[in-house]
Nanobody, 121 residues
Framework: QVQLVESGGGLVQPGGSLRLSCAAS????????MGWYRQAPGKERELVAG???????NYADSVKGRFTISRDNAKNTMYIQMSTLKPEDTAVYYC???????????????WGRGTQVTVSS
């Protein structure tokens, strides 16, 4: 079994910072791409930032220059440092990983349950 668990969400004032973590655990053989997504009320889930196993990154235009994604392959953990937060960043943030589980032959996408980020004064 594989689990992705996000942590670090909370309430922050506009202009503030938060760091989210995503820890993958279980019978994992290998992790390829990882990413952070978010979903605000009444909106579709959107990609915030992605990172490959070799460290290449991509960001949504709305967060470029403010968010930084990173990962620790030895710990199967991904992070996102969010700075200069805006009210429009308020959403549930989800972790995604494309990984190979032990006993299987195909990489599959796995999701965490999400962590709430609220930016408000």
């Amino acid at each position: 079994q594989v689990q992705l668990v996000e942590s670090g969400g909370g309430l922050v004032q506009p202009g503030g910072s938060l760091r989210l973590s995503c820890a993958a655990s279980g019978s994992i053989v290998s992790i390829k791409d990882m990413g952070w997504y978010r979903q605000a009320p009444g909106k579709e889930r959107e990609l915030v930032a992605g990172i490959t196993s070799t460290g290449s990154t991509n960001y949504a235009d709305s967060v470029k220059g403010r968010f930084t994604i990173s990962r620790d392959n030895a710990k199967n953990t991904m992070y996102i440092q969010m700075s200069t937060l805006k009210p429009e960043d308020t959403a549930v943030y989800y972790c995604n990983a494309r990984l190979l589980r032990a006993g299987t032959l195909v990489y599959r996408d796995y999701w965490g349950r999400g962590t709430q980020v609220t930016v408000s004064s």
